[in-house]
């Protein structure tokens, strides 16, 4: 892979420094409770999973993310090719996040990221974690479905062993000794990945993974608290638009990195500033519960672990008076902390 020469404008220097700033701040900004920082990644990760699968044609609504995953802890058996590419990509999100420190970007890796990522797809168990044996072209479709052209050819199967090699050789000396800024590495590996579509189903989907793992092993430890695929779902078109402007000049003796560059600080900024919205949020709701009853705080608590209590499950979990519980519960309801659901002794709350 030759070396890139990237020449950006003030503007897309001034967004990298931006997001820098924020990585720098991040310790001190992350300043909330454990149970709160929890439950700010738990919203992060059904949104990724959510925006990212729904980026390549799927139809689960955040909520209904929520409520697979919740179930699928105990049950491995999914309905649709939806739900087991949602199963999938948690599961593969799972393991950059536990795994990232030791994962360092290897095609071994990267295989190993693209299985799991397939695990629970029926249809995709043949090619699993192995690079594309058949011609994998982006094509344009009909209303019909039909294929009426080739909208950008990648690289054919004979030669992806050899350029992904090239790429993954690049990207680590790049990160380890190159004068390039890690953020503009990340985007160049992403935008070839995805040109040489290494793989026969799963590329979209794996580059998202491969940018959390990369973006987290370059210090960017806020990444799991907010969704960078949201950011891209919320620009689908012009994320597309953006990936073709920059692909069509890869094999010119210049290419154009700035669309893609650009759009991808852009969605960074995204999710940075989303995240910094969500802590002031967060940091305004923890400062009005420290002058809250402890009884409300010890139900909020349990709401936070249970996520659906009755009253009888609250008396027992606080060891407080039913009636004062009672008056506590229609406090925090009515105050927009706790909802209550259901009737008479059908009622149970959340948060």
Known sequence: MREPKLAFSPDLVKLVAEIDEFKGRWEALKMLSPDRLSALRKVATIESIASSTRIEGARLSDAEVESLLSRAISVRSFRTRDEQEV????????????????????????????QTLLRHSDKDER????????????????????????????????????????????????LDEGPLHPLLIIAVFIVTFLAIHPFQDGNGRLSRVLTTLLLLRAGYAYVPYASLERAIEDNKDLYYKALRRTQTTLK???????????????????????????????????????????????VLEALRTKERLTIAQLTSITGANRNTLKVRLRELVADGRVHQHGKARATWYSL
């Open 87 to 114: 199963a999938g990509y948690a599961e593969a999100m799972d393991l950059v996040f536990e795994a990232y420190a030791d994962m360092r970007l290897t095609e071994n890796h990267v295989r190993q990221l693209h």
């Open 127 to 174: 090619h699993r974690g192995s690079y594309k044996t058949l011609s994998s072209n982006v094509v344009a479709l009909d209303a019909e479905g039909r294929e009426i052209g080739v909208v950008f050819e990648t690289t054919s199967p004979f030669d992806t062993p050899r350029e992904m090699e090239d790429l993954v050789a690049w990207t680590r000396k790049a």
């Open 252 to 298: 010119s003796e210049t290419p154009d990195w700035d669309p893609w560059v650009g759009f991808f600080l852009r969605c960074l900024k995204k999710q940075k500033d989303g995240l910094a919205a969500r802590l002031d949020r967060e940091r305004t709701v923890q400062d009005s519960e420290a002058r809250l009853p402890e009884l409300s705080l010890l």
